[in-house]
Nanobody, 125 residues
Framework: QVQLVESGGGLVQAGDSLSLACTFS????????MAWFRQAPGKGRELVAA????????SYADSVKGRFTISRDNAKNTVYLQMNSLKPEDTAVYYC??????????????????WGQGTQVTVSS
């Protein structure tokens, strides 16, 4: 069974940077597209960034383009989200997700097979 464990959340000020990590176990990491979603209070869960199995394709929400970077290290079974120039509207619980369709990126949360427990990111103004 696949397990995803996020780390790196916390409380920062606007303009600061934060890095999230998600460690994958239970299956072959390189057989999955990986993604970060987020969910703010009272809102739906939205795709923030995603990366295919070898890092060859990435995708970002318009709201984070130019500020966030997703990457992966298949030797360490880990996917990362580097978040720069954080804004209060980035405040949310951030979830790591894995999709068995590893060759391309899917955008709907229902298409992802496994989820982490989430990590809180709070950006104060």
């Amino acid at each position: 069974q696949v397990q995803l464990v996020e780390s790196g959340g916390g409380l920062v000020q606007a303009g600061d940077s934060l890095s999230l990590a998600c460690t994958f176990s239970g299956r072959t990491f390189s057989s999955y597209t990986m993604a970060w979603f987020r969910q703010a209070p009272g809102k739906g869960r939205e795709l923030v960034a995603a990366i295919t199995w070898n890092g060859g394709t990435t995708s970002y929400a318009d709201s984070v383009k130019g500020r966030f970077t997703i990457s992966r290290d298949n030797a360490k079974n880990t996917v990362y989200l580097q978040m720069n120039s954080l804004k209060p509207e980035d405040t949310a619980v951030y979830y790591c997700a894995a999709d068995k369709l590893y060759t391309r990126i899917q955008y709907r949360r229902e298409e992802y097979d496994y989820w982490g427990q989430g990590t809180q990111v709070t950006v104060s103004s």
